[in-house]
């Protein structure tokens, strides 16, 4: 989006992988290696790959970790996650659009004579990403207050509770790699069945192995509960298709979440794309 015609832009992780789980193969590796800039999280989300950039760091190598770059004041810092950042800041679509701010100037200082090109580019999706938020404002406030309980695999929208007014339940903590244990999950169905949630969410990128074990907690306690749908979590959608952009994996999670939780949302989103919701 921002680099357009100055260069090649590759993405080593496709469509259902786990950032926090995912190892480079030999051949990512030598990707990596062959880059001219490297751009990554940078707050503990690719654990598995740090040794590999703090090598072609220390080698030289412009290696951009973008959420390091933003003010530590809007990040959000729970207590399980022993003094780090939580990383899944593209959940807030404002907060996003700092990220893009930052990816832009990281590309101006190190290719000025594209400086141009970058600003023009960079100017043209952030009204993009203005619209998208806009409308996740909209879809989202229609859903009642007493519904905007977001129950997931995993602790991946928090910064989407934040910006939209979500209560946020994760069944496994920020990163995958903790597993829920059985207290957890009797604690969580006791206030399921409390609470009378109706609707819970699976992710693409994790297994869902705990979200069907609450529903059966809940069921063996006389309260039904729906797979709301499947949410995009760590990773976007198939490449090519509209899921496979931010913004169509945001419109694809918005529209979702309010549609299973009682708003009013055209269940082809924004911009009439997803096809597969409406279907």
């Known amino acids: 989006q921002i680099v357009g015609d100055r ?12 950032p926090h789980l995912y190892r480079p193969p030999r051949s990512d590796i030598a990707r990596l290696a062959g880059a001219d800039i490297l751009f990554y999280n940078g707050l503990k989300l690719e654990p598995q790959m740090e040794e590999s950039l703090d090598r072609l760091a220390a080698a030289g190598r412009p290696v951009i970790a973008v959420g390091e770059r933003l003010d530590p004041a809007l990040l959000l810092s729970p207590v399980e996650f022993a003094g780090h950042s939580d990383p899944h800041l593209w959940m807030d679509v404002a907060l996003w659009r700092r990220a893009t701010e930052a990816a832009r100037d990281a590309l101006i200082a190190f290719d ?5 090109t970058y600003a023009a580019n960079a100017a043209a999706y952030l009204e993009k990403l203005t619209a998208l938020d806009r409308f996740a404002d909209r879809a989202l406030a229609s859903v009642p207050p007493s519904a905007r309980v977001l129950v997931t695999a995993h602790d991946a929208f928090n910064y989407f509770g934040r910006a939209y007014g979500f209560e946020v339940i994760g069944i496994q903590g920020i990163s995958t790699e903790s597993e829920a244990g059985l207290r957890r999950i009797e604690e969580l169905v006791d206030l399921l069945v409390e609470r009378r949630i109706a609707a819970v969410f699976v992710e693409t990128s994790v297994s869902d192995r705990n979200v069907r074990a609450l529903i059966a907690g809940a069921a063996a306690r006389g309260h039904r509960m729906s797979i709301g749908g499947a949410l995009y979590s760590d990773a976007m959608g198939a490449p090519g298709t509209y899921e496979g952009t931010y913004i169509g994996m945001i419109d694809h999670n918005v529209t979702t979440i309010a549609a299973a939780l009682g708003g009013e949302v055209s269940l082809r989103g924004m911009t009439g794309q997803l096809a597969a919701l409406a279907d």
């Not at 000025?112 to 141009?116: I, S």
């Open 112 to 116: 000025p004579a594209g400086a141009e």
């Open 7 to 18: 260069g090649a832009v590759h993405s080593l992780m496709g469509q259902g992988v786990d």
